[in-house]
């Protein structure tokens, strides 16, 4: 049989040896779940793999490892062309702005389709300018659901917290007009992504709550079940001990979204009202100063420790001595964050928002609270702390449905079922 020709474009270089070797940064925030799911396809004989990636100052088209790359340039060259995408982004209209940007890459998408003459086209996240593909080509092009902006968008400033608010508190012209550059960015974002879901045809997902929104942005579409592959090293069977202190890990990122608001007014309960020695771990790249600033509680003071970002092993090894894992978001599809401390057998506490409860069965691997819920969250964390069987059960429990619902050869299986169902293959 001929191998189907696969074409994917990622948010991340995903396994591009050139990023590894610089300083790895393909690894984190977004890069994990698809460079692991390339090391584990691009071994099947019945598939030739290629990736595209936004990264400047790289060759056109490299092979390595049986894949071929296609880096693309970006329109900011250099510190002038920088400083003027960024006045075009603050001055221009949103809408605008996005549609004098997609040529550019659109043209560069052209000759990647004709070069490698893909037989399907799978698109990773909506979060990038890729999804606009399907304006170019007739090849069948499938979407990849990740984050999904307009819910985020809807659910991005906390409860009590505005945009307006969140740039208020920025101190400085650089940093007032940094904020409101992100502001902006986010609304071409919101845009683009509804174009992007005007014109595709598939989608891939994995929760209840990505398929709702999938259909609600485009009706037509037809939606696939694909679970994600996690770092290869939460799959190793770790033996996991309950620490005699009550210690809390949470991975973030800063986005107010993420809830690190309510990390902070949980902490603070458990400190003031209930009195319980415990350590909060914070990893992830937290930016705490604007949030602190808003609802007046300092992180030193409420035992909270910003441990920033983390290895997969160092993650390991502070989950593995953990009491709970919190997962604090207003809004999220499926964090692998969640799932990858679920592997590692710890229960947790959760926001129930967004696709969490097809992650987490309250109550019987782990307990869910309603978004911006510190008093229910302290609840739940003490319970776990003062109940060591309870809590080494629900560990247990989501450690097995997270070890089926991430297992690779599933997952490869789903994926390629997928590409040969949309192509016509049998």
Not at 83 to 96: F, V
Not at 127 to 147: A, D, R, S, Y
Not at 262 to 290: H, M, S, Y
Request: proline share 5%; net charge positive.
């Amino acid at each position: 049989m001929k191998k189907i020709k696969v074409l994917w474009f990622t948010n991340t270089p995903s396994c591009y040896l050139q990023v590894n070797k610089l300083d790895g940064k393909n690894s984190y925030n977004g890069g994990g779940w698809i460079s692991s799911s390339e090391k584990v396809i691009r071994k099947n004989k019945d598939l030739e793999l290629a990736v595209s990636f936004i990264l400047d100052k790289q060759p056109q088209k490299v092979e390595q490892n049986g894949v071929i790359y296609y880096p693309i340039k970006t329109q900011k060259k250099n510190t002038i062309s920088k400083i003027k995408c960024r006045l075009k982004t603050l001055i221009m209209n949103p809408q605008k702005y996005e549609r004098s940007t997609w040529p550019f890459f659109l043209d560069q998408f052209k000759y990647i389709i004709e070069d490698f003459k893909p037989d399907i086209i799978h698109v990773w996240g909506s979060e990038q300018v890729f999804g606009l593909i399907w304006k170019i080509t007739n090849t069948p092009v499938i979407l990849h659901l990740q984050g999904i902006m307009n819910p985020y968008m809807n659910a991005y400033a906390p409860p009590g917290i505005s945009w307006k608010d969140i740039v208020k508190k920025e101190q400085g012209l650089q940093k007032w007009l940094k904020a409101y550059y992100e502001q902006k960015i986010w609304k071409g974002s919101i845009y683009r992504e509804t174009e992007i879901f005007k014109g595709i045809t598939a989608s891939l997902g994995r929760t209840d709550w990505d398929k709702r929104v999938a259909y609600c942005l485009n009706p037509q579409i037809k939606y696939y079940h694909v679970d994600e592959i996690l770092r290869e090293k939460f799959y190793n069977h770790f033996v996991r001990k309950l620490p005699k202190k009550l210690t809390i890990v949470t991975t973030i990122s800063s986005p107010p979204y993420k809830g690190y608001d309510l990390i902070l007014k949980t902490a603070q309960i458990l400190k003031e009202n209930l009195n319980l020695d415990f350590v909060w771990n914070c990893f992830g790249n937290i930016n705490p100063r604007t949030i602190e600033k808003i609802i007046g509680i300092q992180h030193e003071n409420v035992n909270v420790k910003l441990m920033g970002v983390a290895s997969s092993e160092q993650l390991c090894k502070m989950e593995l001595s953990a009491t709970l894992y919190f997962h604090p978001s207003y809004i999220d599809n499926s964090p692998n964050s969640l799932c990858e401390a679920q592997m590692l057998g710890l229960p947790i506490i959760a926001t129930n928002v967004g696709g969490i409860s097809s992650l987490v069965t309250d109550g019987k691997d782990g307990f869910l609270i309603p978004a911006n819920d510190p008093y229910q969250a302290a609840y739940f964390i003490e319970h776990l702390a003062n109940n060591p069987n309870l809590n080494i059960t629900m560990g247990e429990n989501g450690k097995k449905k997270a070890y089926n619902r991430h297992n690779p050869q599933k997952i490869i299986s789903q994926i390629l079922n997928t590409y040969k169902s949309i192509i016509g293959i049998e």
